[in-house]
């Protein structure tokens, strides 16, 4: 099993690029998240995905869109990069147990894409 | 707001020493916080605690939770260099989005 593959690893952007960021799992998992993470700021949520066609904004959500059109697959797209959009982006994904006590399990995460906008 | 802090935010510490870091949160209606090692790429899952009290154990490594103070710690004995890394702790609250909050990690260095 490969788990949670994200691509590209790296990439360098120019001022009001787009790129689209893709996540894909083979765990059959429904929840799916995107992250960043800057320095001395932990993980913070940008969007996230309960399932298939399903998607909603977490903590910073602004400057970036999501689809969620097959389950495996979790796309992050920027569509007009900013300088304040470098970091690092980390996609993850989790499910339900479906049944007592109903428990999120943990989340699996990618090894992240390294994004600089110049 | 849902918060979590961990402390310290960094930490250096050498071979065979013991180690303790703090995680405190506040949350509403608490379902259940997580510890993550991270190296240079993915954060890997440590422990998963629901209830106050009990001790989660692996090697080297334990936690356990205070639900009425809110808090945990995460120990490891006997440090290695492997142990280097980022810690992180993660709280999930009421959802069934199953989203976290993280705090913002507490890098540990062990030299030899």
């Known amino acids: 099993n490969a788990g949670v593959t994200q691509t590209p690893k790296f990439r360098v952007l120019k001022t009001g690029q787009s790129m689209t960021l893709l996540c894909a799992q083979d765990m059959n998992h429904e929840y799916m998240y995107w992250y960043r993470q800057d320095p001395g700021m932990g993980l913070r949520l940008i969007h996230y995905s309960v399932g298939e066609g399903t998607t909603a904004k977490g903590e910073v959500p602004d400057g970036y869109n999501v689809s969620r059109l097959k389950k495996q697959n979790f796309l992050l797209g920027l569509e007009s990069a900013a300088p304040s959009q470098t970091s690092v982006y980390f996609c993850a994904s989790s499910y339900l147990v479906r049944g007592p006590p109903y428990s999120n399990q943990p989340q699996h995460f990618g090894d992240g894409t390294r994004l600089s906008i110049l | 707001e849902d918060k979590v802090v961990q402390s310290p935010l960094s930490l250096v510490v050498h071979e065979g020493d013991t180690v303790t870091l703090n995680c405190s949160y506040e949350?509403?209606?608490?379902?259940?916080l997580l510890w993550y090692k991270q190296e240079k790429k993915a954060p890997t899952f440590l422990f998963m605690l629901t209830s106050s009290g009990i001790e989660k154990k692996s090697g080297r490594l334990s936690s356990i939770l205070d639900k009425k103070e809110l808090f945990s710690i995460l120990n490891i004995t006997a440090t290695q260099t492997g142990d280097s890394a980022v810690y992180l702790c993660?709280?999930?609250?009421?959802?069934?989005?199953?989203?976290?909050?993280f705090g913002q990690g507490t890098t540990l260095q062990v030299k030899p």
């Open positions: 949350v509403t209606n608490f379902r259940s």
């Open positions: 993660a709280v999930r609250g009421s959802s069934n989005t199953g989203k976290l909050i």
